[in-house]
């Protein structure tokens, strides 16, 4: 009989955190959609701009306690409605935007002295509005979710290229009978790698555990190229427990590998930086780079590093940077993430 072919892994809906309405990023955007759909609402009842910006600054006074009200209900109570199924989310945010729409009507009442609000048109704008919001925080929190990007994660597991398993196994091979002990450290640090590598991850990993994979990987390429692989850490104790997507490091500190030490006969220096500081964490890669004229010089794609910025963003969203270039003969990919 053929044999089944695996299924790709789905999304568990059940399990997604979608009121993950916490992060300074999501109640930007939530309140700028807000403002920007009352200011265009606002220009179907006003002739002159002046007008308009009076009318607008007007309904502002109620939309944005509402908007503010929903953000903090939805964000106190994500733990809760991640039990509910996914129907019951989505009324459950749409409710709240009800709630939150007439509460905005409240609000004008109170501070511009405004006589029979539209309380109903209020709760179905808001309600509607909310559920556009829900929408925006599924996709959100699917995307963070490993399941829901099988075929990004496939890529991303993939980056232990078979090449670089076979040359570790031949290191290993001419290190048996010469250096047995030297040998069986290497398969170790190959077994770590790829349990790292095919292991299910949570959303995010601590940064010592990204640096002690990092450091697995390049003591199996420490072994391949020698001398010509020089590698220094400066790390910042303080940074360690920084949470970061699993399985971050290690394509960055195997393209300083790929792009700066296989071209160069002369090999490269790798620096691996962390630091914290002011409630921020810095982590850059640096590494030299091999001269124009050589003939074995190797370019990439990028997509290692737009992953990388992918998979940041997602987690951190605003509060995360991320920068990668060459700069005086070497190239830096510099982070920063919340400690």
């Known amino acids: 009989m053929p044999s089944q072919q695996p299924q790709p892994a789905r999304a568990d809906t059940s399990s997604v955190l979608i009121f993950d309405a916490c992060q300074?990023?999501?109640?930007?955007?939530?309140?700028?959609?807000?403002?920007?759909?009352?200011?265009?609402?606002?220009?179907?009842?006003?002739?002159?701009?002046?007008?308009?910006?009076a009318k607008v600054a007007l309904v502002t006074g109620g939309a944005l306690p509402g908007t503010l009200l929903w953000l903090i209900v939805t964000c106190s109570l994500k733990h809760h409605l991640q039990r509910l199924t996914r129907r019951k989310q989505y009324a459950a945010g749409i409710g709240l935007g009800f709630i939150a729409g007439n509460y905005a009507c409240g609000m004008l009442v109170l501070a511009a002295a405004v006589f029979?609000?539209?309380?109903?048109?209020?709760?179905?704008?808001?309600?509607?509005?909310?559920?556009?919001?829900?929408?925006?925080?599924?996709?959100?929190?699917?995307?963070?979710?490993?399941?829901?990007?099988t075929a990004k994660l496939a890529e991303l597991q993939s980056r232990i290229r078979p090449h670089f398993l076979f040359n570790t196994l031949n290191s290993a091979?001419?290190?048996?009978?010469?250096?047995?002990?030297?040998?069986?450290?290497?398969?170790?640090?190959?077994?770590?790698?790829?349990?790292?590598?095919?292991?299910?991850?949570?959303?995010?990993?601590?940064l010592a555990q990204e640096i002690e994979l990092a450091k697995n990987y390049l003591s199996i390429e420490k072994v391949?190229?020698?001398?010509?692989?020089?590698?220094?850490?400066?790390?910042?104790?303080?940074?360690?427990?920084?949470?970061?997507?699993p399985l971050l490091l290690q394509p960055l500190v195997e393209n300083a590998v790929h792009h700066g030490v296989e071209p160069s006969l002369q090999g490269a220096h790798i620096v691996i930086f962390t630091q914290c500081k002011n409630s921020k964490v810095i982590l850059q890669i640096t590494n030299t780079l091999a001269p124009k004229s050589s003939t074995t010089s190797t370019t990439g794609n990028g997509m290692a590093l737009k992953n990388v910025r992918d998979r940041l963003?997602?987690?951190h969203d605003l509060e995360s940077s991320f920068q990668a270039g060459e700069k005086s003969g070497t190239y830096v990919v510099r982070m920063e993430f919340p400690v």
Not at 179 to 201: C, M, N, Q, T, V
């Open 24 to 53: 300074v990023g999501v109640v930007l955007r939530t309140v700028l959609l807000v403002q920007t759909v009352l200011a265009v609402a606002v220009m179907f009842y006003t002739d002159t701009v002046l007008d308009w910006a």
């Open 224 to 245: 391949r190229f020698g001398e010509r692989l020089q590698v220094q850490w400066q790390l910042d104790p303080a940074a360690n427990q920084a949470r970061l997507p």
């Open 173 to 206: 091979i001419a290190l048996v009978r010469q250096e047995p002990a030297k040998a069986e450290g290497l398969l170790e640090d190959l077994s770590d790698l790829f349990r790292a590598a095919l292991a299910e991850h949570g959303e995010s990993v601590t």
């Open 116 to 149: 029979n609000p539209p309380w109903l048109a209020c709760g179905c704008a808001s309600a509607l509005i909310a559920a556009a919001l829900v929408a925006a925080l599924e996709w959100r929190a699917k995307g963070r979710t490993p399941a829901a990007t």
């Open 313 to 315: 963003r997602l987690l």
